[in-house]
């Protein structure tokens, strides 16, 4: 089954608007690539598309484009165990996600989250402990910040819940 890696759609759509067709489907291109090499295994070229993608993806928006493209470079390097840099990458993902959603946001949570995995696989405990206490702050003041109406539509799976970051992969635990 393949790892949840998009950006929602709606996040990019400001930048859609004003960024040159021939910029976003190289773009496209690129990170449709790194996708399909990682449903297929094929990580070393996973690890070539998304460098390609994140490239062409910070010339179009440094933050929404660019974090996509890091996602799947990390997620190559966690697949073959390559631990330090999957710390890099995450730790960089972390900074540009709090950079653009801030350090409350469940996406942010959600590298914190996989940081802390990290952690865990290559024995840093203390680390790890440090990062699921942040993590559980944000999804606890996430959770109180929906309103009835909300809570009511995720109950009855109408709506996604917003403060469900994407999970940890199986991997990794």
Request: aromatic share 8%; charged share 25%.
């Given at each position: ?101 801030g350090a409350e ?21 203390a680390e790890a ?45």
């Open positions: 089954m393949p790892i949840r890696r998009a950006t929602p759609l709606l996040l990019l759509l400001p930048v859609l608007a004003q960024a040159d067709e021939e910029q976003i489907f190289a773009w496209t291109r690129s990170q449709g690539e790194c996708d399909q090499a990682l449903d297929q295994a094929r990580y070393p070229d996973a690890e070539a598309a998304c460098q390609q993608a994140m490239r062409l993806g910070e010339k179009l928006e440094p933050g929404l484009f660019f974090d996509t493209s890091l996602n799947g470079l990390t997620l190559a390097y966690l697949r073959q165990q390559r631990y330090a840099e999957a710390e890099t990458a995450i730790k960089r993902l972390l900074e540009t996600r709090t950079a653009m959603f946001h469940p996406l942010t949570a959600s590298a914190m989250n996989l940081l802390a995995a990290v952690y865990r696989k290559t024995g840093k405990e402990k440090q990062l699921d206490a942040q993590f559980r702050r944000v999804e606890d003041a996430c959770g109180e910040a929906l309103d009835e109406t909300a809570r009511e539509r995720i109950a009855q799976g109408a709506s996604l819940n917003p403060c469900d970051p994407w999970p940890v992969p199986d991997f990794l635990r």
